[in-house]
């Protein structure tokens, strides 16, 4: 599970998102953290109920399968692949409740962890709130698209919180495995990935292959051959993209690259020299941890942004607030597999239900305002809404 590093100096970007990748990897592809202090419960009570969205609209959910026979992967070789999650106003709250992982991917994780969990606990055990494969609703103008891009090593899934939000406030929204950048992730045929690029180093050139999969992705969304069958109701000309610690950094560099992507939210990552150096003329919120851990970029970047712009301290807040982990983590009682300094890397201080609301309410708003012309007060002064939501003000601005 990534954390930014700990203590108050500047952290570098390599060493930032090394240390991020780090708590991941043990968790989910060898050993637990620290011996868990307590048992979780028994496995006929575990069961766990991700946070509600407060939108009126239901939700449904589609996976898909993308492959760019044009680009090789720069990690294992061969075509690009990506298994994508759609989430949109559906047309009826009925059907079957989706999953949240899959059952190989729930085997995985939990195998991983090295606890005594039943194997399904990520599959079955997990209420989402979204309807498999219903119908979109009716749209006469269609809903913007939102990318959300996961950080080092965690699944595209564990942003299914803030997915669910934003559909039920009528927006399309589609998370992204970027292949062997994510762990563990189901492709077609049973074959799980692990996250060889969380161990490469090669942070700058992974976030430029992230925003080259956004690409691809909004080509077989909106394109003259779409992937989804209801790839009708996405409005092409309104989208926006939010992503955690290296989806993030990805985020930017789309912002920068991409003209179809209109406005970003980076969820406590770095900005990579390219965004940083060049800047952006886009809308772009910022929200960091509140631990001391500076991300590298920052505040390269900060007098380079020419469009809208909003640095947001998330006030008792760790890395991970904006993913579904420490939310689940606590729900199945395995909070005693982190150290203290551990968990307070990734979540803070905050209630962990609570800084996913203030994470889903922000971005609501950005997305509004930004996509659909909206009119939200919470973006004029956050902190009278929200008093976590810190709004930074850089030095230059304070002395200027």
Not at 28 to 44: E, F, I, Q, R, V
Not at 100 to 110: C, L, P
Not at 355 to 377: I, K, M, N, T, W
């Amino acid at each position: 599970m990534p954390h930014a590093p700990h203590g108050g100096s500047r952290a570098r970007t390599g060493t930032a998102l090394a240390a991020a990748a780090a708590l991941a990897l043990p968790v989910l592809t060898g050993g637990p953290a620290a011996p868990a202090a307590a048992a979780p419960a028994p496995a006929g009570e575990l069961r766990a109920a991700l946070p509600e969205p407060t939108g009126d609209r239901p939700v449904g959910r589609t996976t898909l399968h993308l492959v760019d026979e044009e680009r090789e992967d720069i990690w294992v070789g061969g075509p690009r692949e990506l298994m994508v999650t759609l989430w949109y106003p559906a047309r009826a709250d009925a059907g079957r409740t989706a999953p949240y992982m899959t059952e190989a991917e729930s085997a995985a994780m939990v195998a991983a962890l090295g606890l005594d969990l039943p194997s399904d606990t990520m599959h079955s055990r997990v209420r989402t709130h979204s309807r498999l494969d219903m119908p979109p609703a009716r749209t006469r103008n269609g809903f913007p698209l939102i990318v959300l891009s996961p950080g080092a090593g965690h699944n595209r899934i564990e942003l299914s919180s803030l997915a669910e939000e934003l559909a039920a406030h009528g927006f399309v929204v589609a998370g992204v495995d970027h292949a062997h950048e994510a762990a563990p992730v189901e492709f077609p045929g049973g074959v799980i990935t692990a996250c060889p690029g969380c161990t490469s180093g090669r942070w700058a050139e992974g976030t430029e292959n992230r925003a080259e999969d956004v690409s691809f992705l909004l080509d077989r969304l909106t394109g003259p051959d779409p992937a989804w069958r209801w790839s009708h109701v996405i409005d092409a000309s309104r989208i926006g993209m939010a992503g955690h610690s290296w989806g993030g950094a990805a985020t930017a560099e789309t912002l920068r690259v991409e003209d179809r992507v209109d406005a970003g939210i980076n969820f406590d990552g770095p900005f990579y020299p390219a965004a940083a150096g060049e800047g952006l003329d886009k809308p772009l919120a910022l929200i960091e941890n509140d631990q001391g851990n500076e991300w590298e970029g920052v505040e390269e970047i900060w007098p380079r942004l020419e469009g809208w712009r909003q640095w947001i301290r998330l006030d008792g807040s760790g890395h991970s607030n904006s993913i579904d982990r420490g939310v689940l983590a606590e729900r199945f009682g395995l909070r005693g597999v982190f150290t203290e300094q551990q968990w307070r890397n990734l979540y803070g201080d905050l209630p962990t239900d609570r800084g996913l609301e203030l994470v889903r309410a922000y971005s609501v708003a950005f997305f509004d305002h930004h996509l659909r012309g909206g009119d939200q007060p919470l973006l004029e002064d956050p902190e009278s809404f929200h008093p976590e939501l810190v709004v930074v003000e850089p030095e230059e601005e304070r002395t200027g």
